[in-house]
């Protein structure tokens, strides 16, 4: 039994912080941004303080239509023995397309997209989410993720597709309350509804992070303080349950001390009234657990500047309490349906989101048997309809029926611009060496242009692209040809591919 309290997502750039944060009970770290024999030092420190640490992956893609790489959950596992981590945490989406069961080239989305609410995608979830579990050495939480979109013709709620995933899989939730609110603006879907029907029992912890509204979309950017509408569905949410932990998370435009401190304390604020509410309701039912009433936030909550200019609340002067309920151990998967029903992040998750190649194999007699009750045409159906999808948000190919073309134009802008700061992140070279002309020759190169692998061979393909257009100056093309060239050494996958390496490189050094 694990008690998880107050944490904050790690990050590098703000290690030196966390470590002197009070109250700070445990992390979060992105589970395909570290290397199992080679932890930073300064979360090695916090290990050794006896500071809790999770592992949050993010390029399972277990909503998609493939079964799970076997690779992946390999490496998610050996983090999470690296780490003594008493749970993992994925995400419920998908994140590549194509392939085998598509007979089409594989494509990657970059960013974790919404799987449709209809029968047939939960069972091919179950199913995914079954040979995780076997796979996983701890137990498994799956977070509820953010849309721009909405697939046409679902036929669940949130509430109800992931209270029959707790069902028939025993898996845990990692409810986002910041991806709720996204919801609600994105796509009118009621926060309140959505937590009446969770299975809150199955919660192993909360997400709070902070976004930014534009033109009637809310971007769920985790580069923004936390708003009080989020501070208020995490009232919500309390007003339910007392969560095991609630982390806060932050990826990019890192504020300073004080303000992390800041959000920190509203968001203690928020969870420590709930637990007085909650005492005070048992208290008067004579000692019997009751539903607390609604948890008031105060207009300026949250942390960071107010609106008007002004200063967000005070730093915390002392640790809070560790959260009072227990992640418990997985509990065995209950005996769900059989059969096929006939009745759908600029930083550090991008960055870490697709770098590794994707084997497709037939899989083990353990996929087979967890995977029993689908039938292949099923997950042929989701595939094909997952990759349509894809294609037309980052392909330019036509967009699939009933989906609202607006809100794909917004998701092919943001999929877009995403993906150009994070090739900028991770290839600093690029916009050292191209100058101002990087992001608009990036933004032209990228909008029919897929990702097939990784961020960092999409910054190769993106440089082989200007290469081949021999457009560039010739003092800047030397310098992109000579980046390229130290940095396009993979093992060949054929001997068909080494021929095509070398010819390429021949072709750019006579250049």
Same mark, same amino acid.
């Given at each position: ?14 290690? !030196? ?403 150009? !700061? ?90």
């Amino acid at each position: 039994m694990v008690r998880l309290g107050t944490g904050i997502g790690w990050r590098p750039e703000i290690s !030196g912080d966390i470590a002197r944060l009070p109250g700070i009970d445990w992390v979060e770290v992105v589970a395909e941004n570290i290397c199992p024999n080679h932890l930073p030092t300064a979360l090695v420190e916090l290990r050794e303080r006896g500071t809790t640490v999770v592992p949050h992956g993010v390029s399972l893609g277990l909503g998609g239509a493939e079964r799970p790489d076997r690779g992946r959950l390999a490496a998610l596992a050996e983090r999470a023995e690296a780490l003594g981590a008493p749970l993992v945490t994925e995400h419920i989406a998908f994140v590549r397309a194509g392939g085998a069961l598509t007979a089409s080239p594989g494509i990657e989305a970059g960013h974790l997209m919404p799987v449709p609410r209809t029968r047939e995608a939960l069972d091919v979830l179950c199913a995914n989410v079954r040979i995780a579990q076997d796979a996983l050495p701890v137990p498994l939480a799956l977070e509820n993720i953010a849309a721009l979109i909405g697939w046409p013709g679902e036929e669940l709620t949130e509430g109800q597709f992931l209270t029959e995933l707790v069902e028939r899989t025993g898996v845990r939730l990692l409810i986002d309350v910041a991806n709720l609110h996204t919801n609600h603006v994105n796509r009118g879907e009621d926060p309140v509804q959505a937590l009446d029907t969770l299975p809150t029992s199955a919660i192993a912890y909360v997400h709070v992070a902070g976004g930014i509204e534009r033109d009637g979309v809310w971007h769920d950017s985790h580069a923004h303080p936390v708003t009080d509408p989020v501070l208020e569905v995490l009232a919500e949410l309390c007003a339910r349950t007392t969560p095991p932990g609630v982390l806060l998370e932050r990826d990019e435009n890192f504020p300073p001390y004080e303000e992390l401190a800041a959000e920190l304390a509203a968001i203690r604020a928020v969870t420590e009234r709930a637990a007085l509410g909650a005492a005070v309701a048992a208290a008067g039912a004579g000692g019997t657990t009751a539903r607390p009433a609604r948890i008031a936030v105060p207009a300026g909550a949250a942390a960071g500047p107010a609106p008007g200019g002004g200063p967000g609340p005070a730093a915390p002067t002392a640790p809070g309490p560790a959260g009072v309920t227990a992640v418990a151990e997985r509990p065995a998967a209950p005996a769900g349906p059989s059969g096929t029903h006939t009745d759908t992040d600029t930083g550090a998750h991008a960055r870490a989101q697709a770098d590794a190649d994707t084997d497709i194999d037939a899989g083990t007699d353990a996929d087979a048997d967890a995977d029993a009750d689908i039938d292949d045409t099923v997950r042929e159906r989701l595939a094909l309809a997952q990759t349509s999808l894809l294609s037309a948000l980052v392909a330019g190919t036509p967009a699939p029926e009933g989906f609202d073309r607006g809100r794909l134009k917004v998701q092919n802008r943001a999929l877009v611009v995403k993906r150009a !700061g994070v090739v900028a992140k991770i290839a600093p070279e690029l916009p050292d060496i191209l100058g101002a002309g990087f992001r608009p020759a990036y933004l032209r190169y990228a909008r029919s242009r897929p990702m097939t692998g990784g961020y960092r061979r999409d910054a190769l393909a993106f440089a082989e692209h200007l290469l081949a257009a021999g457009e560039l100056p010739e003092d800047t093309r030397r310098r992109l040809r000579d980046w390229w060239l130290e940095r396009a050494e993979p093992a060949p996958a054929s001997a068909r591919l080494a021929r095509l390496l070398r010819a390429a490189r021949r072709a750019l050094r006579r250049r």
